[in-house]
């Protein structure tokens, strides 16, 4: 069963894909911020991270960053749901330097199950992903 570590603030984000992941067969680690997440990198072994580039304390890109020098095999999805007051700004772009610290894949907040279950599976590759509970053994 792959094992997924998903370092989100928000508990309710959290919650979701914590349970979205379950359902698919997943084990699943949540860490509510960097500092938890390196613990939880450090205590155990994952298959795949997912992270969020901005939260209180350790931001995600400095997280990101160390979790990539910490374990560079492991996958890393960088979420984000960062929305500027004014769209006639230039905006950074904020997934596409999360790459270039480290990220495997980017994520949009807000994404679809689909869309999150797709990028793990790039991710992972199809020979990683649990086998869906309705096909036959």
């Known amino acids: 069963m792959p094992r997924i570590l998903v370092v989100d603030d928000d508990p309710m984000v959290?919650?979701?894909?914590?349970?979205?992941?379950?359902?698919?067969?997943?084990?699943?680690?949540?860490?509510?911020?960097?500092?938890?997440?390196?613990?939880?990198?450090e205590a155990q072994t994952?298959?795949?991270?997912?992270?969020?580039?901005?939260?209180?304390?350790?931001?995600?890109?400095?997280?990101?960053?160390?979790?990539?020098?910490?374990?560079?095999?492991?996958?890393?999805?960088?979420?984000?749901?960062?929305a500027f007051a004014s769209s006639a700004s230039p905006s950074p772009d904020f997934l596409r330097m999360a790459l270039e610290l480290g990220a495997t894949r980017c994520l949009r907040k807000p994404f679809t199950p689909d869309a999150l279950l797709t990028t793990i599976r790039e991710c992972l590759g199809e020979d990683a992903m649990p086998k869906d509970k309705k096909e036959a053994p």
Do not use: K, N, W
């Not at 919650?15 to 990198?41: N, P, S």
């Not at 931001?59 to 095999?73: D, L």
């Open 46 to 82: 994952f298959d795949a991270m997912l992270v969020d580039i901005f939260m209180p304390h350790m931001r995600g890109f400095e997280s990101i960053r160390i979790f990539h020098e910490r374990a560079p095999a492991i996958p890393l999805i960088a979420m984000s749901g960062y």
């Open 14 to 41: 959290g919650a979701t894909i914590e349970v979205l992941l379950q359902r698919q067969g997943f084990d699943v680690t949540m860490a509510d911020g960097g500092e938890t997440g390196l613990a939880a990198l």
